[in-house]
């Protein structure tokens, strides 16, 4: 058993919160600032003329921080507030009259940088004879969109409390908003959800409308824990010119603040896992946790914190603090001849956040905020059935970050100004070992299979990022023309520590005594490289070392990434029902210098915006519009590039060899496009036991270059067309048609590609002709001999000429509780995605015939069904049961090597089995991803029963995911090479169950909330 201590921040973990804590306290003596610039529009409205009315008062009202304003609505019947606080929530109403009785809408909550729309229907005095009339003019979810074209849902925090959420992981909520989808990745940490069917790296993640990306691969970076949010809302086409930097979507999540009233929570969840959970027979599949690393049967997990929000000053400072801790239990089975046993390993995430906010008087306000995380996934040794991985192999993931941010907001009469700072460092080791200075060493048996992995885990990932990021942001309101400017700078500095073992990979191979030793042996699940010897009885000379390689060049190495943007904005209501917002944003990014220089960058990113909202009536609007979207150059193509590069004569002779056959272009500058990457080297054979030898080769493998063109940022045209309909006070149904049009995406290009004859595939009718279909198969030395560059080495560099069109309808219906006893949403999405590029690593099956990829992403489906539904029994009781239902995945046909002797049927090389690359030589005739899996079905259920103690109130909750115990082999959050999105064999064949969605789990929670 692993012992367990009581882990302790590292020093540069301590270095970075101590940065983030005394910039913070430092902020707080200096500029006055605000939170998260948010505006309101509210529309008066005759329903019995049926039209706008001017000249109306409207009363705006935040009793939860104090605030108190008074408008009157223009000439088109609006009122507008810019640069108010997303603390508390707004009554904003239009007191009874000579002309109308009352009109009011309360519990308006706002949502960082976006504008809501609020219509007050007010209804002539003389219609009625009754003493008092009020009338409701809608409620929170149930607002009609009257400002622009932006298509977007939102969850607030009551749908989150009532939602079954694994963890209280907000990530694991947001399928259930329109157009996203659990998503299949290329890593294990890869982002769980896609939006549009699109690859969920390039999805940008805000809290509070900043940035809250993981910049070297994507994801978010700090996992927001459902307790800190008040809002998570999906814009998923024509949004603002204010968003930028991707051409897929946003999620922005809205946090928590205080206000006048004391509240709080303090919390315990469990997932017991067996014998409560269930089981598909002896075939029950891994599972994930919520770092997305796989897990099986002796999982649980084991949560509490507490939040607490109030006021410092009563109408003046506020505070809110959260605090969240959880600790996963998990087995692993070490399973090796002479020893077989359970290795015991745990998970740590802790998520702190804070955020304080004041008004300094009645135009500048200010909060500072401050999140950090601790993640810790131990990779205690053993495998999920079963492994040969000593404990003195284990390693544990780190994935550590903190952010702090001041957002700073001036309001005056027709002016808003937002000023925003926010410094966030992460610190993602891939893989800290527990041993870090000792070598590796892979015990093999007589016919050399692996049976032992001692010592270090072989490998080096420590990336490191400093972000600083600056908002200034304008509005101005002149007259029927509310108009925006603004700059958003946001600069990234990179470190890495990549490569191999700089300690040495030892290969031994034993004879059959020593086989025989090793299996009668009595070992400890923690033996290391030092102490195998021993253990066999044998002097370490008399082992046997097939292979060694080590890291020559430990080193850490990267580049800063800038990212500028620009970007002016008008919305103009040029009649009563009619908003006209154009807009217009410019980006830069530096990496698209590439190998290429300065004169290489992307400088043209402009970016027209166009929307148009028309209101039909009161309740119903129409809205559409068109926008161009630019993508931010994901970190690691460029670090790919520099970690997988040389500078070696001989390397750099190769690349020459390439600009003289025109491969590359003529004034490529060599010096350029090469670095000092890191490099691995090996010797085979004659090696003694732990003995490092000087005199080792450097290994050829693959090199990847910097483009010397440069890089385009890849470019999305959306277009949108849409209805809102609200029905009564509390339904709202709304219809989206999206089409996307993805230009410039990245994707692989290799250099050395042989010069094929013919297009070195196999036609389906030459198989059905083939005596012996191995006898197709190309061999990799006639290929290797077809190279430009002789020696058969892949040289490859990242390019950005991808595409991908999307088209979608899209129905929604959402029924807010008001004064019922149940709620709910229904989501449809039709949709369709094809690509020809999937990822940065997607290379073409053969010699960059980009033409035969397009096909289905791997994200796409048909048919996406998506229901919540919250009935209120008592009021104590809640129940909600959410479900969803998809069409199948695709399917990639590959071919059977034990049909053709090999996978690789173009003899390039390349066989399909990388983790972080999705694709791969295909059965002969099949198109890419051209199956389907079957539909994925589930329900989740949840219900929670409260009695008030005291002052508050105690919540006993119970969670079921998976209700029906369904085995869905398609639908779930998964890793593309373990998935069951390869198959081997040609289209139609039976189905290979190589993993599920999970099977039935239970989670329970006790909450006390005042």
Same mark, same amino acid.
């Given at each position: 058993?692993?012992?367990?201590?009581?882990?302790?921040?590292?020093?540069?973990?301590?270095?970075?919160?101590?940065?983030?804590?005394?910039?913070?306290?430092?902020?707080?003596?200096?500029?006055?600032?605000?939170?998260?610039?948010?505006?309101?529009?509210?529309?008066?409205?005759?329903?019995?003329?049926?039209?706008?009315?001017?000249?109306?008062?409207?009363?705006?009202?935040?009793?939860?921080?104090?605030?108190?304003?008074?408008?009157?609505?223009?000439?088109?019947?609006?009122?507008?507030?810019?640069?108010?606080?997303?603390?508390?929530?707004?009554?904003?109403?239009?007191?009874?009259?000579?002309?109308?009785?009352?009109?009011?809408?309360?519990?308006?909550?706002?949502?960082?940088?976006?504008?809501?729309?609020?219509?007050?229907?007010?209804?002539?005095?003389?219609?009625?004879?009754?003493?008092?009339?009020?009338?409701?003019?809608?409620?929170?979810?149930?607002?009609?969109?009257?400002?622009?074209?932006?298509?977007?849902?939102?969850?607030?925090?009551?749908?989150?409390?009532?939602?079954?959420?694994?963890?209280?992981?907000?990530?694991?909520?947001?399928?259930?908003?329109?157009?996203?989808?659990?998503?299949?990745?290329?890593?294990?940490?890869?982002?769980?959800?896609?939006?549009?069917?699109?690859?969920?790296?390039?999805?940008?993640?805000?809290?509070?409308?900043?940035?809250?990306?993981?910049?070297?691969?994507?994801?978010?970076?700090?996992?927001?824990?459902?307790?800190?949010?008040?809002?998570?809302?999906?814009?998923?086409?024509?949004?603002?010119?204010?968003?930028?930097?991707?051409?897929?979507?946003?999620?922005?999540?809205?946090?928590?603040?205080?206000?006048?009233?004391?509240?709080?929570?303090?919390?315990?969840?469990?997932?017991?896992?067996?014998?409560?959970?269930?089981?598909?027979?002896?075939?029950?599949?891994?599972?994930?946790?919520?770092?997305?690393?796989?897990?099986?049967?002796?999982?649980?997990?084991?949560?509490?914190?507490?939040?607490?929000?109030?006021?410092?000053?009563?109408?003046?400072?506020?505070?809110?603090?959260?605090?969240?801790?959880?600790?996963?239990?998990?087995?692993?089975?070490?399973?090796?001849?002479?020893?077989?046993?359970?290795?015991?390993?745990?998970?740590?995430?802790?998520?702190?956040?804070?955020?304080?906010?004041?008004?300094?008087?009645?135009?500048?306000?200010?909060?500072?905020?401050?999140?950090?995380?601790?993640?810790?996934?131990?990779?205690?040794?053993?495998?999920?059935?079963?492994?040969?991985?000593?404990?003195?192999?284990?390693?544990?993931?780190?994935?550590?970050?903190?952010?702090?941010?001041?957002?700073?907001?001036?309001?005056?009469?027709?002016?808003?100004?937002?000023?925003?700072?926010?410094?966030?460092?992460?610190?993602?080791?891939?893989?800290?070992?527990?041993?870090?200075?000792?070598?590796?060493?892979?015990?093999?048996?007589?016919?050399?299979?692996?049976?032992?992995?001692?010592?270090?885990?072989?490998?080096?990932?420590?990336?490191?990022?400093?972000?600083?990021?600056?908002?200034?942001?304008?509005?101005?309101?002149?007259?029927?023309?509310?108009?925006?400017?603004?700059?958003?700078?946001?600069?990234?500095?990179?470190?890495?520590?990549?490569?191999?073992?700089?300690?040495?990979?030892?290969?031994?191979?034993?004879?059959?005594?020593?086989?025989?030793?090793?299996?009668?042996?009595?070992?400890?699940?923690?033996?290391?490289?030092?102490?195998?010897?021993?253990?066999?009885?044998?002097?370490?000379?008399?082992?046997?070392?097939?292979?060694?390689?080590?890291?020559?060049?430990?080193?850490?190495?990267?580049?800063?990434?800038?990212?500028?943007?620009?970007?002016?904005?008008?919305?103009?209501?040029?009649?009563?029902?009619?908003?006209?917002?154009?807009?217009?944003?410019?980006?830069?990014?530096?990496?698209?210098?590439?190998?290429?220089?300065?004169?290489?960058?992307?400088?043209?990113?402009?970016?027209?915006?166009?929307?148009?909202?028309?209101?039909?009536?009161?309740?119903?609007?129409?809205?559409?519009?068109?926008?161009?979207?630019?993508?931010?150059?994901?970190?690691?193509?460029?670090?790919?590039?520099?970690?997988?590069?040389?500078?070696?004569?001989?390397?750099?002779?190769?690349?020459?060899?390439?600009?003289?056959?025109?491969?590359?272009?003529?004034?490529?500058?060599?010096?350029?496009?090469?670095?000092?990457?890191?490099?691995?080297?090996?010797?085979?054979?004659?090696?003694?036991?732990?003995?490092?030898?000087?005199?080792?080769?450097?290994?050829?493998?693959?090199?990847?270059?910097?483009?010397?063109?440069?890089?385009?940022?890849?470019?999305?045209?959306?277009?949108?067309?849409?209805?809102?309909?609200?029905?009564?006070?509390?339904?709202?149904?709304?219809?989206?048609?999206?089409?996307?049009?993805?230009?410039?995406?990245?994707?692989?290009?290799?250099?050395?590609?042989?010069?094929?004859?013919?297009?070195?595939?196999?036609?389906?009718?030459?198989?059905?002709?083939?005596?012996?279909?191995?006898?197709?198969?190309?061999?990799?030395?006639?290929?290797?001999?077809?190279?430009?560059?002789?020696?058969?080495?892949?040289?490859?560099?990242?390019?950005?000429?991808?595409?991908?069109?999307?088209?979608?309808?899209?129905?929604?219906?959402?029924?807010?509780?008001?004064?019922?006893?149940?709620?709910?949403?229904?989501?449809?999405?039709?949709?369709?995605?094809?690509?020809?590029?999937?990822?940065?690593?997607?290379?073409?099956?053969?010699?960059?015939?980009?033409?035969?990829?397009?096909?289905?992403?791997?994200?796409?489906?048909?048919?996406?069904?998506?229901? *919540?539904?919250? &009935?209120?029994? $008592?009021?104590? =009781?809640?129940?909600?049961?959410?479900?969803?239902? /998809? !069409?199948? +995945?695709?399917?990639?046909?590959?071919?059977?090597?034990?049909?053709?002797?090999?996978?690789?049927?173009?003899?390039?090389?390349?066989?399909?089995?990388?983790?972080?690359?999705?694709?791969?030589?295909?059965?002969?005739?099949?198109?890419?991803?051209?199956?389907?899996?079957?539909?994925?079905?589930?329900?989740?259920?949840?219900?929670?029963?409260?009695?008030?103690?005291?002052?508050?109130?105690?919540?006993?909750?119970?969670? *079921?995911?998976? &209700?029906?115990? $369904?085995?869905? =082999?398609?639908?779930?959050?998964?890793?593309?090479? /373990? !998935?069951? +999105?390869?198959?081997?064999?040609?289209?139609?064949?039976?189905?290979?169950?190589?993993?599920?969605?999970?099977?039935?789990?239970?989670?329970?929670?006790?909450?006390?909330?005042?």
């Amino acid at each position: 058993m692993t012992p367990h201590t009581t882990p302790t921040l590292s020093p540069q973990s301590q270095r970075a919160l101590w940065t983030a804590c005394l910039f913070l306290l430092l902020a707080g003596f200096t500029a006055p600032n605000a939170h998260g610039q948010a505006a309101l529009e509210v529309h008066a409205f005759d329903v019995e003329a049926n039209e706008s009315v001017s000249g109306a008062v409207v009363h705006l009202v935040n009793e939860g921080i104090g605030f108190e304003s008074t408008r009157r609505t223009d000439d088109q019947g609006t009122a507008q507030w810019g640069g108010l606080s997303t603390a508390g929530a707004y009554s904003v109403f239009i007191e009874e009259n000579d002309r109308f009785y009352e009109a009011r809408v309360s519990d308006v909550e706002l949502r960082a940088d976006a504008t809501r729309s609020v219509t007050l229907v007010l209804r002539p005095v003389a219609e009625y004879e009754l003493d008092e009339v009020v009338v409701e003019g809608g409620r929170s979810v149930a607002d009609v969109n009257r400002v622009n074209g932006e298509v977007s849902s939102s969850l607030s925090a009551a749908s989150l409390e009532n939602l079954p959420v694994e963890g209280r992981n907000f990530t694991q909520s947001l399928y259930r908003l329109p157009n996203v989808t659990p998503s299949t990745g290329f890593f294990a940490e890869a982002p769980n959800v896609s939006i549009n069917g699109a690859n969920g790296l390039y999805t940008n993640y805000l809290i509070d409308g900043m940035d809250n990306n993981e910049q070297f691969l994507g994801g978010p970076q700090f996992d927001v824990p459902t307790g800190i949010v008040k809002d998570v809302t999906v814009l998923t086409s024509t949004y603002s010119a204010e968003y930028g930097r991707t051409g897929n979507g946003i999620f922005n999540v809205t946090t928590k603040s205080g206000s006048n009233q004391w509240t709080g929570e303090a919390f315990y969840l469990t997932r017991p896992g067996q014998p409560l959970d269930g089981e598909f027979g002896a075939d029950t599949p891994t599972q994930r946790d919520l770092s997305g690393n796989t897990v099986k049967s002796g999982f649980q997990r084991q949560q509490g914190g507490f939040a607490l929000g109030g006021p410092i000053v009563a109408d003046q400072t506020f505070l809110h603090v959260s605090l969240e801790h959880t600790t996963d239990f998990k087995n692993n089975q070490l399973d090796a001849p002479g020893v077989r046993q359970t290795i015991d390993g745990r998970n740590h995430l802790t998520y702190a956040s804070a955020r304080v906010d004041h008004r300094w008087n009645d135009q500048w306000r200010s909060t500072a905020r401050l999140n950090a995380n601790r993640v810790h996934i131990e990779n205690q040794g053993g495998g999920l059935t079963g492994g040969a991985t000593f404990a003195s192999a284990a390693n544990t993931e780190e994935r550590d970050g903190v952010h702090a941010a001041l957002q700073n907001t001036y309001t005056g009469d027709n002016l808003v100004y937002e000023s925003n700072v926010q410094y966030s460092w992460f610190n993602w080791d891939a893989g800290n070992p527990q041993n870090p200075n000792s070598p590796r060493v892979t015990v093999q048996d007589t016919s050399g299979s692996d049976i032992a992995f001692l010592g270090h885990p072989g490998f080096q990932f420590d990336s490191v990022e400093n972000t600083f990021q600056v908002q200034q942001k304008l509005t101005y309101q002149l007259g029927s023309h509310t108009l925006k400017a603004g700059l958003d700078v946001l600069t990234s500095d990179h470190r890495l520590a990549g490569g191999g073992n700089p300690n040495g990979n030892y290969v031994v191979r034993l004879d059959a005594a020593q086989t025989e030793a090793f299996a009668n042996a009595t070992l400890s699940p923690s033996l290391t490289p030092s102490e195998l010897p021993r253990a066999l009885g044998v002097d370490p000379q008399a082992l046997n070392v097939t292979n060694y390689s080590v890291e020559l060049r430990p080193s850490t190495f990267g580049r800063r990434q800038n990212l500028v943007g620009l970007y002016v904005e008008d919305q103009f209501t040029p009649l009563p029902d009619l908003t006209v917002t154009t807009g217009l944003r410019y980006d830069y990014d530096s990496l698209t210098e590439g190998g290429g220089g300065a004169d290489a960058a992307d400088y043209n990113n402009l970016a027209p915006r166009l929307s148009l909202n028309y209101a039909l009536d009161a309740r119903t609007t129409l809205r559409g519009g068109y926008g161009i979207f630019y993508d931010k150059i994901v970190y690691a193509v460029t670090s790919d590039a520099l970690e997988s590069n040389s500078n070696d004569p001989a390397f750099k002779n190769d690349i020459r060899t390439l600009v003289e056959k025109g491969i590359l272009p003529e004034n490529t500058d060599v010096d350029e496009v090469t670095f000092n990457g890191t490099r691995s080297a090996q010797r085979d054979g004659a090696v003694g036991y732990l003995q490092r030898p000087s005199d080792v080769t450097p290994l050829s493998g693959g090199r990847r270059i910097l483009n010397p063109n440069g890089y385009e940022n890849p470019q999305t045209h959306q277009f949108s067309l849409g209805v809102q309909r609200q029905f009564g006070d509390a339904w709202l149904a709304y219809v989206d048609l999206i089409h996307t049009r993805s230009y410039d995406l990245f994707r692989i290009r290799e250099l050395n590609t042989p010069d094929y004859p013919g297009d070195g595939d196999i036609s389906a009718e030459e198989l059905a002709n083939a005596d012996d279909p191995s006898d197709l198969v190309l061999d990799p030395d006639e290929v290797d001999d077809l190279r430009p560059v002789p020696g058969g080495r892949s040289i490859t560099m990242t390019e950005t000429e991808g595409e991908a069109r999307y088209w979608a309808a899209n129905f929604n219906l959402v029924k807010d509780r008001g004064d019922d006893w149940y709620s709910g949403r229904l989501s449809y999405t039709l949709s369709r995605l094809r690509n020809n590029t999937g990822d940065i690593n997607f290379r073409a099956e053969t010699a960059n015939q980009y033409g035969d990829e397009w096909g289905p992403s791997v994200n796409d489906r048909r048919h996406v069904i998506s229901t *919540v539904g919250t &009935v209120y029994p $008592t009021d104590r =009781l809640r129940v909600t049961l959410a479900s969803l239902l /998809q !069409s199948g +995945q695709p399917i990639n046909w590959v071919p059977d090597a034990s049909i053709f002797g090999t996978r690789d049927l173009n003899g390039d090389g390349r066989e399909y089995g990388a983790q972080y690359v999705g694709n791969s030589d295909r059965w002969p005739g099949a198109e890419r991803n051209s199956g389907r899996l079957p539909w994925s079905y589930r329900f989740d259920l949840s219900v929670q029963y409260g009695w008030s103690i005291g002052a508050g109130r105690v919540v006993a909750r119970a969670d *079921v995911f998976n &209700v029906l115990n $369904t085995k869905n =082999l398609s639908g779930f959050a998964n890793n593309a090479t /373990q !998935s069951n +999105q390869i198959q081997v064999g040609p289209p139609g064949s039976d189905i290979e169950e190589k993993n599920a969605g999970p099977p039935r789990q239970f989670q329970f929670g006790l909450r006390y909330e005042f």
